[in-house]
């Protein structure tokens, strides 16, 4: 069944070591484009997660939060960062000698400015990390695709609705194609008629001229597109595989079928039914926007 690009997905994973949060959003795109955020300690592992994003969903904007937290017992180090701290000193030194203040610039106050002492949990190990990060990374995909397979099949039973719809409409033109030719015959044949003196009617004539006209005004292809075009739609909203681009193209397809039998049929309830049909195409054509 086809798939929503919009949802949501979070999961949890309790590690060992680490305990994982993932969070996960899905827009609208064209492409399947996955950004994430990630804390330092596991900014090694963004392609990885990029592709076991990348394997689930393959349309849409993909947004991913990683948060890490180590447990209790894993190792911290200390970060002292030197530079910052003579940058302090340096600039103390020149304001306590400018402005003539008494005292001492000493570790205490160094180690207090803000950014020169740090603590951060020692360099995590990359695959005891990735085992917490796939196992929440794992849930939270799960629940995407749940809630965008859940939107899609809404999705799904409003357009087949439209298809069905789409389906009569053009069988009525159909059914009323031969009319148009019907009615051609009738008014060429009271116009000669008002024009011709009484039996200059050359029935010949008239047959071939009518014949012209149900050629040009033949919409029989046409319909036979459409119907193919319909059908394909319905078999794409069947599948499991991205075919939201497949769709859309399947519907400028039809739309440019319609437009065809609209400029051949010179009849005001075709012309009335094939607006109907476009009016039905455009909803279709947006809703398909959001299919993967």
């Not at 300690?41 to 994003?53: G, K, Q």
């Not at 609705?161 to 009319?179: G, T, Y």
């Not at 008014?187 to 008239?206: F, M, Y």
């Amino acid at each position: 069944m086809a798939r929503s690009m919009t949802g949501y997905g979070k999961g949890d994973w309790p590690g060992p070591a680490y305990s994982v949060a993932v969070e996960i959003r899905s827009v609208n795109h064209r492409y399947c484009e996955v950004s994430t955020r990630t804390p330092r300690a596991a900014a090694p592992l963004e392609d990885r997660i990029r592709r076991a994003v990348q394997e689930r969903v393959k349309r849409g904007r993909i947004d991913v939060f990683v948060d890490v937290r180590a447990n209790e017992g894993v190792a911290k180090q200390v970060i002292v960062d030197k530079h910052l701290a003579l940058a302090y000193y340096s600039a103390l030194r020149d304001m306590q000698d400018e402005l003539g203040l008494p005292g001492n610039v000493d570790v205490a106050m160094l180690a207090g400015l803000p950014g020169v002492v740090s603590e951060e949990e020692s360099r995590a190990d990359e695959e005891l990390l990735w085992q917490s990060i796939e196992g929440a990374l794992s849930a939270a995909l799960g629940r995407l695709v749940e809630m965008r397979e859940r939107e899609g099949k809404v999705l799904a039973e409003d357009i087949l609705a439209r298809l069905n719809r789409i389906e009569r409409l053009v069988s009525d033109i159909q059914a009323r194609a031969p009319l148009m030719v019907e009615q051609y015959r009738q008014k060429l044949d009271s116009r000669i008629r008002e024009i011709l003196p009484a039996g200059a009617l050359d029935e010949t004539r008239l047959a071939m001229e009518v014949a012209l006209y149900a050629d040009r005004a033949d919409i029989s292809e046409e319909i036979v597109r459409v119907g193919s075009h319909l059908e394909q739609l319905r078999c794409a909203l069947a599948s499991d595989e991205a075919v939201g681009r497949r769709m859309d193209f399947l519907i400028q397809e039809i739309n440019r079928e319609i437009n065809t039998i609209g400029s051949k049929a010179a009849d005001v309830e075709v012309s009335g039914m094939v607006v109907r049909v476009k009016s039905e195409l455009e909803t279709i054509r947006e809703q398909v926007q959001n299919i993967e």
